[in-house]
């Protein structure tokens, strides 16, 4: 296994000084005990590819679910684009659907069940044994990888993936958050220390060609709040992986640091007209409840996290217990609410009811 803190995951380049250090858990796991310190990490790009790269290394950091009681839901509006895209391009003549961690299930089963291929032998797994057992059948295979890429701690698995376990003939499909186009969205809340990397879209397909691969369909989707893209690759040929150089098109990778820093500016400016102590009560733990809540800790604010999940009550995200809605600390100045469904408005008035010195900021469109 290895890491480094000053090469690049994707091209093996050297990394520019940090643009942004966070004092933050590794993974937003929702965990029974308390189990993860805050580490510092370092966003930092690369001087080739231009690609943040987050910078600390723990191998637990994810491409599972790391709580089987807890399971998230990626996006899946855009499978019958998938599919169309599969069952008209080359890659329509697999046999097999092959995903590589637990977040890819819900494509491979909706791809298999919407053909005659088979599933047998799904990996689900990021262990190179069990991806070098799959491929030793004749199958021609579609390798799955969603938000895989992109939270690999290791950049040997890149190797692996890319270089040995996808053979020529079979396909690959990527999708990923498509962070080029999320800075023209209002939040940079999505930038967290959980995920590794931040590549464009055209690093990734420059970083397949050099593997041998060629493109062979890719789309850019943007369904309510977020953005992404997928691809389907073809591996071509497999010699060894060609040198990965900057892409022609100067991009803009880096932007995705001074994007977050900017909405964490813009945040904490509109909260301080209401939070004279700086004491905060976030409801619902979510990712971007987490990231904010951890950086507003670190400019010396007071925050407590609640969630209304009996999944959630009681465990901790990272070192903070997570308590009910009903159970906010008495100098609690505002509310940052990170949903909004046909709970929300109930919740409000409960909240006035009990409370009305409390002002409650909606986050949901952040
Ligand atoms: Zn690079």
Request: proline letters at 4%; aromatic letters at 10%; hydrophobic letters at 35%.
């Amino acid at each position: 296994m290895s890491f480094s803190r000053d090469i690049c995951r994707l091209c093996g380049s050297p990394l520019q000084d940090a643009a942004l250090r966070l004092l933050h858990p590794v993974s937003s796991e929702i965990l029974p005990l308390i189990s993860e310190k805050r580490v510092q990490t370092e966003f930092r790009s690369c001087s080739n590819c231009e690609t943040v790269n987050v910078v600390n290394d723990d191998s637990r950091r994810f491409l599972g679910y790391g709580s089987p009681w807890l399971r998230y839901t990626e996006p899946a509006q855009h499978f019958p684009d998938v599919l169309e895209s599969h069952s008209h391009g080359p890659s329509a003549e697999v046999s097999r659907v092959v995903g590589l961690s637990e977040k890819d299930e819900s494509l491979v089963d909706f791809l298999s069940m919407s053909g005659s291929r088979s599933t047998a032998n799904r990996v689900f797994s990021t262990e190179h044994q069990e991806w070098q057992s799959v491929n030793s059948g004749k199958s021609k295979t579609l390798w799955v990888a969603r938000r895989f890429l992109e939270h690999i701690n290791d950049s040997s698995m890149i190797e692996e993936l890319l270089g040995d376990v996808v053979n020529v003939g079979h396909f690959l499909y990527v999708e990923m958050l498509d962070f080029e186009e999320m800075q023209n969205h209002l939040s940079g809340l999505y930038l967290w220390p959980e995920r590794t990397l931040y590549p464009r879209l055209e690093v990734v397909t420059a970083l397949l060609q050099a593997y041998g691969f060629k493109i062979v369909d890719v789309r850019r989707c943007r369904q309510n709040k977020n953005s992404f893209w997928w691809l389907i690759a073809e591996r071509r040929t497999d010699s060894a992986r060609q040198d990965f150089r900057r892409s022609s098109h100067p991009g803009s990778s880096t932007d995705v640091v001074s994007h977050f820093t900017k909405t964490i500016s813009s945040v904490t400016a509109s909260l301080d007209r209401f939070c004279g102590q700086k004491t905060a009560a976030l409801f619902g733990v979510n990712h971007k409840s987490q990231t904010l809540g951890y950086c507003l800790q670190d400019m010396g604010w007071k925050i407590s996290f609640h969630d209304g999940s009996p999944l959630k009550i009681g465990k901790y995200s990272g070192v903070e217990l997570i308590a009910p809605f009903s159970a906010i600390p008495s100098s609690t100045e505002c509310i940052l609410m990170f949903f909004n469904n046909n709970t929300t408005l109930e919740l409000e008035r409960d909240i006035k009811k009990r409370s009305a010195h409390v002002s409650i900021i909606n986050m949901a469109e952040y």
